[in-house]
């Protein structure tokens, strides 16, 4: 059992070297430069040049790739070239707001989608399960923009209900449970539930079929145990994959937000790379898509360990 | 549209629902009651909170909402008329001069009794202090972002030295009458706050210092500044109204329309066109004014180009319906006839009528060989979206069947804003113009050097300029070298004029619109004069409930 883990463990260091090489090449080979996020328009040449020592933009790729990952291993991801603060202070500032509205997400559409994915499955063919499947695969497809002006229209603008944009007062950056700032979180958080609800009711519904039709249920039916005892059954067989599926849907959802967050104004990681796509500040993309990555690797890393401890049979395979 | 469809069916949902539900709803949820407090929350296009040092970054919306709000120039823009053009008015300096004998040595008398945010007192020391900031790389305060932002707009800036206490002296690098117009954009910051933040930029950005009518008070990065009034500015008639400004920036046009709708804001920047009716239906204020802001194709003059036949650029001058134009955006422009309006001085007395004549088009045309059926072929360079671009591709979509009807055929390189901002300098012979014949990029004038000399001398051909297209008259560099060392105002304005008429009548670009700077408020807002500006007071600004 160790040596799965330390395999597991040890995969990560490599993930992470090609993940760092990766997310540096891909922004470098986009077009733009990153000098229009630092100086006017009108900025004559000397000053360009200043500015690009300043930065360090004037090195040598691989030499910017090698003070990037040297720096970065020591915490440093540089300074934006938009506005000039710390890399991380962004991205950790803005990853907690991504992860506030990801695990609201998450827990709506983890718990909706158990619920109606259990339901379907229980009632496989019914008008129920029709419905149910319906809505699963309306929340897998709908469009997040969409979806997100539409609730706006409902709740902001029509019934002036909730607010439409921001994270709240904005008089913190830390965590924050008051009403003012949750009233901010619901419109974006249930937009951006739809997705792993739907995959989550389709998953477990599935799961929940497969397993009833199994001879071990017929087995505790003949047994004569209650239906509430099998649901429990039923229900520690599906827990793994809906916990993997979930797990994974959380890793989406942090990266996936950029949409949500653009909507909603909303001010995460997702918001901060359409920033910096639009401004063409590599500091803040490499860095977001670095620990947005590193968050993702460590995710999986989790999911697997608990799966394994969950389910033996994931170690011997 | 879409939004405005989606708004008509959910209103149906909203009549059905609206008495069983707004009832509970306004209590449990609604936005709390403003305070008798003097409360103005704007959501800005700014994607991020403009740089707070001193020079503001973010264009010109920087400046309007954290330059001039926090500090002053020496010579500050006067935005207290809506009719008139924007002229400038001392700021930090009471008066200035210029040397009868050398024309680039400027001298400026500063304000007394002036003093920053933290109570220390403005004068010479600070100024020179504040200029080192900017052009000395070996001072302690010298700032990269700062220098980086402002070193630009001043070109001719050679040195600078303190006479006295509230006397300075700058030398131009060669005699140049613009340079007032470009000290306007150099704000001083308090060293004394510098010093006493431990001389860190950052820190400073967080409590910064300046003398202007506002204070910044609370800055939250990404997602709100707050500013509340310096009752103690040196400017009695600007002292601010309002006891407090929010500023979010919110760079989704549907989102801040929303915003502004569920009353979550005061004023928003640039409202969603096809949203305004609906705005207006519930009392709201657009509020619009022409100012410096153009909306043109640049020519390419290089060898080969299809420009370089004058008829062609006058039927394409004559075959774009700018009124049609105008409605189909709601309104929200003026038709551009020159670089600058026929109400401006520099506009001049052009005998070449830029209308809306597509017969008179064709008949060009046609003396040059071409019509609908052979059609002159142009690629032009153009965005998707972009700062001040307005709605790019449904106007150049517009033009472009308003050209083919008179025999012009218009091919569309679409690129984003990031990649066709960067080509601008680097000219139509560049590999990445793809050998385009034109670009299409709005800019901003305030000054004679930012509204022809970057774009018509010669000299500024790339790299050291925006003339795009490889413009070379030797008609018009004579014209600007002219103006640029005519120090009476009037003298200056005539050349100028001179000038602007011989483009136009040259057809030398094709102008389409002008800008008229769109914001919408809500119907408490009162005082606000908008500009002909880019820049806007906010001090007399009030809400009336």
Not at chain 1, 92 to 111: D, H, P, Q, V
Not at chain 1, 182 to 190: F, Y
Not at chain 1, 298 to 309: E, F, K, P, T, W
């Amino acid at each position: 059992m160790s040596s799965y883990f330390l395999k597991r463990i040890l995969y990560v260091i490599p993930i992470t070297l090609a993940v760092s090489f990766f997310c540096f090449s891909l922004v470098h080979l986009s077009p733009g430069d990153p000098m229009d996020a630092v100086v006017s328009p009108d900025a004559p040449s000397e000053v360009v040049a200043m500015v690009q020592r300043a930065y360090g933009f004037d090195r040598p790729l691989p030499e910017q790739f090698g003070l990037w990952v040297s720096r970065a291993v020591q915490g440093d991801l540089g300074m934006s070239a938009a506005n000039g603060r710390a890399v991380t202070t962004e991205v950790f500032g803005a990853l907690k707001n991504t992860l506030l509205l990801a695990i609201a997400a998450s827990l709506i559409g983890f718990s909706l989608g158990c619920t109606f994915g259990a339901l379907a499955g229980y009632y496989q063919g019914s008008l129920l399960d029709r419905i149910v499947t319906g809505f699963a695969v309306g929340g897998v497809s709908v469009p997040h923009y969409w979806l997100g002006m539409l609730l706006v229209i409902i709740f902001s603008v029509e019934l002036n209900w909730l607010p439409s944009s921001g994270a709240g007062p904005g008089s913190s950056r830390d965590w924050n449970f008051e009403w003012a700032y949750l009233r901010h979180l619901i419109l974006p958080a249930v937009t951006l539930s739809v997705i792993p609800m739907g995959v989550v009711t389709r998953t477990v519904r599935a799961m929940v079929a497969d397993i009833l039709a199994h001879e071990f249920v017929e087995a505790l039916r003949a047994k004569g145990l209650a239906e509430r005892r099998i649901f429990l059954h039923v229900i520690k067989n599906v827990a793994p994959t809906a916990l993997a599926v979930m797990g994974l849907q959380l890793g989406y959802l942090l990266g996936s937000s950029i949409l949500v967050e653009t909507v909603f104004s909303w001010p995460g990681t997702g918001l901060l790379l359409n920033n910096a796509i639009f401004q063409r500040d590599l500091p803040i993309l490499q860095g977001t898509i670095l620990i947005l990555a590193l968050f993702f690797v460590a995710l999986n890393l989790m999911v697997d360990l608990v799966q394994a401890r969950l389910d033996p049979r994931i170690q011997r395979g | 549209m879409v939004y405005k469809k989606m708004v008509t069916a959910l209103r149906h949902l909203r009549q059905a629902k609206r008495v069983a539900l707004v009832s509970v709803g306004v209590a449990l949820f609604s936005t709390p009651a403003m305070s008798e407090e003097q409360v103005l929350r704007i959501a800005m296009t700014a994607s991020d909170i403009p740089l707070t040092t001193g020079q503001p970054d973010s264009g010109f919306e920087g400046y309007r909402f954290l330059g001039y709000t926090i500090y002053d120039a020496l010579i500050n823009w006067d935005m207290s008329s809506a009719e008139e053009v924007s002229g400038l008015t001392p700021g930090l300096a009471e008066s200035w001069e210029v040397d009868a004998e050398d024309s680039r040595i400027w001298t400026f008398h500063l304000r007394e009794g002036v003093t920053f945010h933290d109570g220390s007192e403005w004068n010479a020391d600070g100024a020179i202090w504040n200029l080192d900031k900017i052009y000395d790389e070996d001072s302690e305060q010298f700032d990269a972002r700062q220098a980086g932002n402002v070193r630009g707009r001043i070109p001719s800036m050679d040195s600078y030295e303190k006479v006295d206490d509230y006397t300075i002296q700058f030398t131009t690098s060669e005699p140049d009458a613009w340079f007032p117009y470009q000290l306007s954009f150099l704000l001083f910051s308090s060293p004394a706050q510098w010093e006493a933040l431990g001389g860190d930029w950052d820190a400073f950005a967080s409590a910064p210092s300046g003398t202007g009518p506002f204070k910044l008070t609370r800055l939250v990065p990404r997602e709100r500044a707050v500013l509340e009034p310096n009752l103690e500015y040196w400017d009695e008639e600007r002292v601010p109204r309002l006891s407090r400004i929010e500023l979010i920036p919110m760079p989704e046009s549907s989102s801040r329309t929303s915003a502004l709708l569920s009353d979550q804001v005061d004023w928003i920047e640039s409202p969603a066109p096809d949203a305004i009716p609906r705005m207006q239906s519930q009392g709201m204020e657009i509020t619009s004014n022409p100012y410096p802001h153009t909306w043109p194709y640049q020519f390419s003059m290089q060898e080969g180009s299809p420009w370089l036949d004058i008829n062609v650029r006058k039927a394409a001058n004559l075959a774009v319906d700018r009124e049609g134009l105008e409605a189909m955006l709601g309104g929200l422009m003026v038709p551009a006839v020159g670089i600058v309006a026929p109400d401006h001085p520099w506009y001049g007395e052009p005998t070449f009528e830029t209308r809306y004549d597509p017969e008179e088009a064709r008949r060009l045309l046609a003396e040059s060989g071409f019509s609908p059926e052979n059609p002159v072929e142009i690629k032009v360079l153009i965005s998707t979206s972009g700062s001040g671009q307005m709605q790019p591709l449904a106007m150049n979509e517009y033009i472009q069947q308003n050209l083919a009807e008179v025999g012009i055929a218009l091919d569309f390189e679409v690129l984003d804003w990031e990649s066709l901002f960067p080509n601008w300098r680097r000219g139509a012979g560049d590999a990445s113009s793809r050998g385009a014949h034109a670009t299409n990029i709005t800019f901003a004038w305030l000054d004679p050097f930012s509204a022809f000399y970057r774009f018509m001398h010669s000299s500024m051909a790339p790299p050291n300029g925006f003339n795009w297209g490889y413009m070379n008259d030797p008609e018009y560099d004579r014209l600007l070298d002219e103006a640029r060392v005519t120090f009476d105002q009037t003298e200056q304005d005539a050349i100028l004029a001179e000038f602007h008429a011989r483009m136009v009548d040259d057809a030398a670009w094709l102008w389409v619109a002008h800008d008229v700077g769109p914001r919408a408020m809500q119907s408490r807002v009162k005082g606000f004069v908008q500009a002909k500006n880019w820049f806007q007071d906010l001090t007399p600004v009030y809400i009336e409930e």
